[in-house]
């Protein structure tokens, strides 16, 4: 599986964005996917997550309500819209797929979960 994450930029806070990530390789309704981020200095942290389907999402608590993940399996492509964002929102943001299509919020949010991962697009949020 190959995945070309896209759609980061420089925001001001409040502003909304839209991330994309493009997959290629595999069937692309056979997997859940995942968004991650990593702030400088940070660890990697789960951000938000969708099932094979599309039918289940789940959320870390700083994005619950203000991010939301979809996908379209038509179009092999996930998005990762974001609203209200916020300084603390700056970081490198990562698509990954998981092919094992793990179930809840404490599967989906381990990082090493994922097989696959894309190669981050940035995303900084200006106060």
């Known amino acids: 599986v190959q995945l070309q994450a896209s759609g980061g930029g420089l925001v001001q806070a409040g502003d909304s964005l839209r991330l994309s990530c493009a997959a290629s390789g595999r069937a692309f309704s056979t997997y859940g996917l995942g968004w991650f981020r990593q702030a400088p200095g940070k660890e990697r942290e789960f951000v938000a997550s969708?099932?094979?389907?599309?039918?289940?999402?789940y959320y870390a608590d700083s994005v619950k309500g203000r991010f939301t993940i979809s996908r379209h399996n038509t179009k092999n492509t996930v998005h990762l819209q974001m609203h209200s964002l916020k300084p603390e929102d700056t970081a490198v943001y990562y698509c990954?797929?998981?092919?094992?299509?793990?179930?809840?919020?404490?599967?989906?949010?381990?990082?090493?979960?994922?097989?696959?991962w894309g190669q981050g697009t940035l995303v900084t949020v200006s106060s």
């Open positions: 990954a797929a998981d092919l094992k299509n793990s179930v809840g919020y404490y599967s989906t949010s381990r990082a090493n979960r994922y097989d696959y």
């Open positions: 969708v099932s094979w389907s599309g039918g289940a999402a």
